[in-house]
Antibody, heavy 123, light 107 residues
Framework: EVQLVESGGNLVQPGGSLRLSCVASGFTFSTYAMTWVRQAPGKGLEWVSSISSSGGSTFYPDSVQGRFTISRDNSKNTLHLQMNSLRGDDTALYYC????????????????WGHGTMVTVSS | DIQMTQSPSSLSASVGDRVTISCRASQTLITYLNWYHQKPGKAPRLLIYTASSLQSGVPSRFSGTGSGTDFTLTISSLQPEDFGTYYCQQTYRTPLTFGGGTKVEIK
C-alpha cells in the first residue's frame, strides 16, 4: 500500500525550531518529487516547499524562504522539513505529498497525501 | 504571485444534481491547473490534473475543463460522498497557489 506518515509536529514557542519527517512506503521514493503543504485551522491549503527526486532542486514561497529547509534521505525513504524562527502564522497541519513525477516546482501534481502533523506556535 | 479565485465559496445541492465550480486565475496558466477534494478531517485527494485529466480511481462523474485563466470542475450527478471542500491549484509558476475553496453541502 502506498503510504506517507508524517511526524514531528508539536507545540513550540515563537522563535523556536521544529523538524518534521515524512516516511514513505509502497513506492520507489527516490523516483518522485515531494512537497509539504500546510493548512491553518479552518483555513485553506498553502504550498510550503517542494524538492526534486534527487534532492538537487528545492522551492519555497517567500513566506518561509530563509526559515524553512526541505531535504530528503532517499536511502531511508524519508522527507524532512526543518523549520526555524517559527511564528504564530506558521500554526497549521502540515501534510507531505508525493508528486506524479520527479520534477518539483512548476507543473507539479500531488497524487498521494499523508494524514498530516500538527504544528502549534504559541507562548 | 498568481491569484486563484474560486466561485461560489459554498453551495448546497441535492443528490443527482449537476454541480459546477469555477476557478479563475489572475494570469494565464495554459492548462497547469489541478483540482483536489477534501473531506472534513481528511487529507486532500487529487481529482483532476492539467485541467482535464482524470486521476486514476476517480469516478467519471468528475470532469474538468478550461484553459488560460478560466477553469471549471463539474460533477455530473452529485453523490452523498461528494460533500466537502474543493480546491483548485495552479502549478504554472512558483509560488504555487491554491484557490480559497468551494464548500459543497448535500441538501
Amino acid at each position: 500500500e502506498v503510504q506517507l506518515v508524517e511526524s514531528g509536529g508539536n507545540l513550540v514557542q515563537p522563535g523556536g525550531s521544529l523538524r518534521l519527517s515524512c516516511v514513505a512506503s509502497g513506492f520507489t521514493f527516490s523516483t518522485y518529487a515531494m512537497t509539504w503543504v500546510r493548512q491553518a485551522p479552518g483555513k485553506g491549503l498553502e504550498w510550503v516547499s517542494s524538492i526534486s527526486s534527487s534532492g538537487g532542486s528545492t522551492f519555497y514561497p517567500d513566506s518561509v524562504q530563509g526559515r524553512f529547509t526541505i531535504s530528503r534521505d532517499n536511502s531511508k525513504n524519508t522527507l524532512h522539513l526543518q523549520m526555524n524562527s517559527l511564528r504564530g502564522d506558521d500554526t497549521a497541519l502540515y501534510y507531505c505529498a508525493k508528486s506524479l513525477g520527479g520534477q518539483a516546482g512548476t507543473v507539479d501534481t500531488y497524487d498521494i497525501w499523508g494524514h498530516g502533523t500538527m504544528v502549534t506556535v504559541s507562548s | 504571485d498568481i491569484q486563484m479565485t474560486q466561485s461560489p465559496s459554498s453551495l448546497s445541492a441535492s443528490v443527482g444534481d449537476r454541480v459546477t465550480i469555477s476557478c479563475r486565475a489572475s494570469q494565464t496558466l495554459i492548462t497547469y491547473l489541478n483540482w483536489y477534494h477534501q473531506k472534513p478531517g481528511k487529507a486532500p485527494r487529487l481529482l483532476i490534473y492539467t485541467a482535464s485529466s482524470l486521476q486514476s480511481g476517480v469516478p467519471s462523474r468528475f470532469s474538468g475543463t478550461g484553459s488560460g485563466t478560466d477553469f471549471t470542475l463539474t460533477i455530473s450527478s452529485l453523490q452523498p460522498e461528494d460533500f466537502g471542500t474543493y480546491y483548485c491549484q495552479q502549478t504554472y509558476r512558483t509560488p504555487l497557489t491554491f484557490g480559497g475553496g468551494t464548500k459543497v453541502e448535500i441538501k
